[in-house]
Structure formats: structure tokens, C-alpha cells
């Protein structure tokens, strides 16, 4: 199925997985880890997810909050009192909350910070690095009024930059104290996965001249690591079974990584919108109700997951190529899969 799919898309490789009642029911993988070499992906390689990170990020808000280092209603003011002299007065109000939810109004294109094209060499600590570009953020004009909807990277890395003010750790140590390590995820990281000096793991792609070249693991195969709360997380299909499986109990209300109430509220749209923390949430007929779902993509790769609390199941599909092809190979992989759900149930 997925070997159909990959040729017919055009894109070097894809991958499935699918979760029911809480356990891994299928993996798959079918393609080539780097155009132009011949190793083969497999259900044990990693993937770069994109902005499904940020979902993680809302995860690791939520033990935080639960430990009270931190409020859903702690505003960026309160947090960075230092910086609201130079921040736009929209923001300093701005809540946790709302950051996680695209409801702050914060600028979409983060490449207007001033540090941009610098960012990917920047020698400074990584939490010097992403506090130094969430004030840039934060001096950008809204984009749109606080408490309506605009999807927002920026808003995710002022969030992470919140989150290491009020632990002292960064964003990459929380995670791996938080999520990664209580869930045994194990072959989770940062960046592009892999080595550059071998095809161990599966490469991003960009387009060239019509052909797909393969970016080997290095700087320039991720965003810059300050952006990594909005997206910069690579993992394993069993890796990220674990987590859909604890959201997925958390979304029937049987447990998980964090409370009931909090994973209610990790679930729960802003009002007047689809958007909750690092989930849309629309009623899919599959879903025999609503599901909780994402895609993200860091330009080179393409992932999108989904989250069916009333039918039991999870799945995640992902290329390891981004634009308009990932998008297309992704959502044929998705489709697929649920096709398959639809015919084990007729």
C-alpha cells in the first residue's frame, strides 16, 4: 500500500503508523531514506515531525502548570518584565494560554526577526539564543487582535522561552525530563535525525531544478534550534506510539502523562475557534466524532497525526520531503489508512 503510494506521489519515501486501544496495531515504511543512494527506510527509523512538536510543547506546559511553576493565565509581561519597554503593548497582556492556542495574535513569519539569518550560527547557549529571538518576536507588530485566531510559530518560541524562564532549564532539557524520558521514548531528539556521514536514518529533500536532492543531518537541514518549541523534534514510530497512546487515554479520560483537567485543557479549542494547544479539533465521520489532529513540516519533511478518542485509534503518517508533494503524500497515506479502518469494521 505505502510502495503505491510513494510512486504514485512522486516523493522518496513515506511511513504509517497506527495505534488502537492504547498499542502499536501497524507500522510500515517504503522508499529510500536519500534520493540517489540505496538504503531503504524502515518502521525503525526517524522521522522529522514539524510542528507536531508543538503539541509536545503544550504537554510539557501542562506538567509545568501542574507543578505550579507556571499559570495558563501567566501573561509574557509577567514573565519577561525586563522586555515590555520593548515589546508591542499587545503582547505583554498575552497569556500562556493563549500562545499555545494561535490566539495571542503574534506575527506569522518569524524570518522578519532581525537575527534571522544569522540565527543558524549563532554561538550563544541555546536558551540565551531563543530569549534574545522571542523579544525580537515580541517587538513585531500584531497581526492579528488578542483572543482570535492566527496560527503562529512565533507565538510557540515566546511560550518555550516562557517555559525556561520559569524552570531555569531549556526547552530541550524540559522535554527530555517531562515527556520523552516518563513516556520511554527513547529515540526521540532535536533536529534532523541521523549522521552526515551516513545514511543511517532517512534524510529531508528539497526540490531542484525538478529532481529531489537530499539534505544530509547538519544546520541546514532543520530550522534553527531556537524555533525548536514550534518544531524541531524527530522521532520512531514506537517513540511516538507512546505518546499518541497516553493523549489518546487522555482524550477518553482514563489517564496519562498529565491530569484529566489538564488534558482537557490541552483538548479544548480556544473560543470561537478550532484551535486547541497544538491540536485543530474537527468532527471527521471516520473519527465517528471529533478528532484531534496536526501536520507540520519543516520544509524538507512532512508529518500529520491524528487523534480519535471515540473510535479508539491514532495514526500518524510522514515523508521525508515537505511542500506540496509531502503535504499530498501525507494526506494519500492518511487516507489509506483510514480506508483500512473503515474496511476491518465493515
Known sequence: MLES??????VPAVGALLVAAGAVLETGAAGRRAEGFPERVTVH???HIGSLTKSMTSTLAARLVERGLISWSTTVGEVFPDLVGSMQAQYAPATLAQLLTHTAGMPVDVTRAPS???LRADPAPIMEARRRFAAELLAIAPEAARGSFLYSNAGYIVA???????TGDSWEDLMRAEILTPLGMRATGFGAPGEATSRNQPWGHARQSGSWRAIAPGPDADNPLAL???GTVHTSFEDFARYLAAHLAGAQRTGGIVSIASFDRL??????TASAMGWGVADRGWARGDALMHAGSNTLWYAIMAVAPARDVALLAVTNVGGDQGRLAADAVVQALVNRLEGANR
Open 5 to 10: 503510494i510513494r510512486s504514485a506521489s512522486g
Open 45 to 47: 527509523d526517524q522521522w
Open 116 to 118: 534571522w539569518s544569522s
Open 160 to 166: 518555550g522561552a516562557m517555559l525556561e524562564e520559569a
Open 228 to 230: 525548536g518549541p514550534a
Open 267 to 272: 483538548h479544548t479549542p480556544a473560543a470561537g
